[in-house]
């Protein structure tokens, strides 16, 4: 447990305490499920999602997936995630993170409340696009819940016109977020959940001074987690 930490130039300070988890191979490449040893969560009988404490209707889009366990990465992820912690986890294509940060940002999701509560960002248009699916998948049982993708190389007029009907999700990648932020026609004041997916490749893509200055229009009191295959 630590309470910052330095990721290629991305520092986060965080005012509780940061959880480090790591991840097994993907693990739904083939029939066989392998965990490596060396990880915390590494026994063959994994826990099943019943042993979270997750509002109703999550476990009812969990049981409809037919996720009957959990993967490690969601093993060792979710319990601090859960507890408002923030997290930073070593996780690839495949392991299921996309499950782990959408049930942890689900779960405390208000869709009373029409603004945006959770923002992800991810390095391209394709994997903001499976994030999405993925989280609209989980969210099936929550009523009138909102997920927009805000990515580049698509037209503005369709995303202006989304932005203004308030998601409560939005998923993007962070130049046009930032493009949206500069406008004004995105706001992240109410954001509870922010989530760096392949920070990693983000930072190889050069999105280091983009990141940093979306992370600034989002409160202090957020809940951050980080997750890259690679440290
Ligand atoms: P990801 O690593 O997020 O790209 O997820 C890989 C695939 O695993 C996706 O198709 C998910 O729907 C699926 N998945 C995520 N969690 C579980 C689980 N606990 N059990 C079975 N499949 C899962």
Redesign the pocket.
């Known amino acids: 447990v630590i309470t910052a930490t330095a990721h290629r130039g991305l520092v986060l300070l965080s005012p509780v305490p940061i959880y480090l988890c790591y991840d097994a191979p993907?693990i739904?490449s083939g029939t066989a499920m392998t965990f490596s040893t060396s990880t915390a969560a590494s026994s063959t009988t994994l826990p099943a999602?019943g042993s979270l404490p997750l509002r109703s209707e999550l476990q009812e889009s969990i049981e409809a997936?037919?996720?009957?366990?959990?993967?490690a990465i969601?093993a060792q992820a979710l319990p601090p995630l859960l507890e408002g912690q923030d997290v930073i986890a070593q996780?690839?294509?495949?392991?299921?993170?996309?499950?782990?940060f959408a049930i942890g940002l689900l779960n405390k999701l208000d869709t009373q409340s029409y603004c945006t509560q959770a923002l992800v960002l991810c390095p391209t248009r394709e994997l903001a696009a499976?994030v999405a699916t993925?989280i609209r998948?989980l969210a099936s049982t929550l009523a009138n819940t909102r997920v927009l993708t805000l990515c580049g190389g698509r037209p503005m007029g369709p995303q202006l016109a989304s932005l203004r009907r308030d998601p409560h999700i939005v998923v993007g990648t962070p130049g046009r977020i930032l493009k949206h932020l500069e406008r004004e026609t995105l706001r992240l004041e109410a954001v509870q959940t922010l989530v760096l997916d392949e920070a990693d490749r983000m930072l190889d893509m050069g999105f280091h001074d983009d990141i940093m200055k979306i992370i600034q229009k989002t409160p202090a009191s957020r809940q951050t987690l980080l997750f890259s295959a690679t440290y």
């Open positions: 993907p739904f999602f997936l037919a996720y009957e366990s959990m993967t969601q996780a690839r294509t495949g392991s299921g993170k996309t499950a782990a499976q993925e998948k």
